[in-house]
């Protein structure tokens, strides 16, 4: 389970840091879509993808939106933009992340978590990027931790087998190899990546392996790590490894990636992959937890 004494404590430090001598430090609540995208690419206020704009998601919520479509490394500037935007200087976010949203915010600071970024002043032109402030940098982003529902960081046999359009650049992305190569998962720069993996799935369940939500099994929900998706499941299923909860390894031994900790498995098998345009799917209890504790 999570460690939710560890979560409220990390909130107390911060506060009392602030009010110690960041008085004006502003704490934001980023949301990074996945596969189909939907809102306005660098329009921080527009919640197409997610559900209505107007339902509580964390502090100062922005919607970091991209098209669902093209590679990673192509659209990965939005994600880093709005890094610079909102995480710099004296402000803080908080990261919450759908599907392939997880393969955009892990390149980010697996890739940029180390370079000089220019502060900046939170305040976005049309285009998403904002203005320095005083023309200093620093190290990487402002980051207290990122949950992610459904995470497609280890890839997809949908990917793999076809089961989407082939044409979709995303989509070569999303193959497991692919997905599993395509940067060092264990370098979060110490940023802890809370996982949750809903089990609803049945629609491609004869290609998905272990539990999955429809679109992405255990292996990559959970944060395994290897080079290649394997089966794991919920401990009443006997025939197959579990998926356990927090950073340990799961059955068999197979380590999570480094800073990677399971906090929600879908035991019951209620959860899908999907929003449904209205925060629905295991994106719903990544909303909660965020009211939770983004603050």
């Known amino acids: 389970m999570r460690h939710l004494l560890s979560r409220r404590l990390l909130l107390g430090v911060v506060g009392a840091a602030a009010l110690a001598g960041a008085a004006f430090a ?5 949301w990074i ?15 197409t993808y997610w559900g209505p704009g107007s339902t509580a998601a964390g502090v100062n919520k922005k919607s970091v939106n991209w098209d669902g479509y093209s590679h990673v490394s192509d659209k990965n500037y939005l994600i880093r933009n709005a890094l610079d935007c909102y995480c710099t200087g004296t402000n ?10 997880n393969l955009m915010i892990g390149y980010a600071l697996s890739m940029y978590g180390g370079t000089a970024r220019y502060k900046k002043n939170a305040l976005p032109a049309s285009d998403g990027t904002c203005a320095n402030t005083d ?3 620093q190290t990487g982003w402002n980051i207290k931790w990122v949950d992610v529902a459904a995470g497609a960081a280890g890839g997809s046999e ?13 989509v070569s992305d999303l193959k497991t190899g692919t997905a599993r190569a395509m940067y060092d998962h264990n370098n979060t720069r110490a940023k802890m990546f809370y996982l949750w993996a809903g089990a609803k799935g049945t629609l491609y369940s004869f290609v ?3 539990q999955d939500d429809e679109a992405v099994a255990y ?4 944060g395994i790590s290897g080079s290649g998706g394997a089966s794991y499941c919920n401990p009443s299923d006997w025939f197959c490894n579990d998926l ?10 197979q380590p999570k990636w480094s800073n990677h900790s399971v906090v929600f498995r879908d035991d019951a098998e209620a959860y899908n992959h999907y929003t449904n345009g209205n925060w629905q799917g295991t994106v719903g209890l990544v909303r909660q937890d965020m009211v939770n504790y983004a603050k």
């Open 158 to 170: 949908l990917a793999n087998a076809g089961d989407w359009a082939l044409s979709e650049p995303l």
């Open 219 to 222: 292996h990559s929900a959970g």
């Open 33 to 47: 879509n996945g596969r189909t995208g939907g809102g306005v690419e660098g329009n921080y206020a527009d919640f």
């Open 208 to 210: 998905l392996p272990g």
């Open 244 to 253: 356990t909860l927090g950073t340990a390894a799961a059955e068999g031994g």
């Open 26 to 30: 502003t704490n934001y609540s980023l």
């Open 135 to 137: 023309g200093t940098t």
């Open 92 to 101: 803080w976010c908080y990261v919450a992340a759908h599907s392939a949203g």
